[in-house]
């Protein structure tokens, strides 16, 4: 085998490695993603269900129209 052929065969398997290598770690990386969106939504049901829960509630219902008072004011509605 002359040196430019082993040098194209070298050339051509590290080649598919490399892209091997770069498609692994693209899964993993989707894969991690869909955790992280997962953790995202369970984190605004649980701010929802807390809110309905204290709005229940005398506290609960000041805190929210106080809440709403200063998020109005920084939006310009107030």
């Not at 490695?17 to 770069?22: G, K, S």
């Not at 899964?27 to 955790?35: A, L, M, V, Y």
């Amino acid at each position: 085998m002359s040196k430019l052929h082993q040098k194209a065969i070298d050339a051509h398997t590290m080649l598919r490695f490399r892209t091997a290598r770069a498609m692994d770690r693209f899964i993993d990386e989707e894969r991690g993603q869909g955790s992280v969106e997962y953790i995202g939504i369970i984190l605004v049901v649980v701010a929802i269900v807390t809110a309905v829960i204290a709005g229940a509630t005398p506290i609960g219902t000041a805190i929210i129209t106080k809440l709403t008072a200063a998020v109005n004011k920084i939006g310009g509605t107030a």
